[in-house]
């Protein structure tokens, strides 16, 4: 079982930034896939970003992330770090981080096997 908590929310205007951290348990972390997705209000679960492991080390965003937000992933930390920059209103979320059993990751939730509880990004305009 692996448990999965997050960190770093908070409230800031448009155009702020902010670091969300989720910090894993379990000694499999650098063979894992991590992602991030969010849920507004009203609004169904949507990815954000996703770091695949191994021979697939690559991250990839959700369209309207790229350029603003930068995932990276320290194994020896078993740490996930979401750095989100010049933040708008639309942005406003719960943040998910998400882990899968395997060293690639795509941008459907339904792969992930483990997620922790969620951290509220809130921006005002």
């Known amino acids: 079982q692996v448990q999965l908590i997050e960190s770093g929310g908070g409230s800031v205007q448009t155009g702020g930034s902010l670091r969300l951290s989720c910090v894993a348990s379990?000694?499999?972390?650098?063979?894992?896939?991590m992602a991030w997705f969010r849920q507004a209000p009203g609004k169904e679960r949507e990815f954000v970003a996703v770091?695949?492991?191994?021979?697939?080390?690559?991250?990839v965003y959700a369209d309207s992330m790229k350029g603003r937000f930068t995932i990276t992933k320290d194994n020896a930390k078993n740490t996930v770090y979401l750095q989100m920059n010049n933040l708008t209103p639309e942005d406003t979320a719960i943040y998910y981080c998400?882990?899968?059993?395997?060293?690639?990751?795509?941008?459907?939730?339904?792969?992930?096997?483990?997620w922790g509880q969620g951290t509220q990004v809130n921006v005002s305009s």
């Open positions: 998400a882990a899968r059993a395997r060293m690639f990751g795509g941008s459907d939730s339904a792969a992930y096997d483990y």
């Open positions: 379990g000694r499999a972390f650098s063979s894992y896939a």
């Open positions: 770091f695949s492991s191994g021979s697939f080390g690559a991250s």
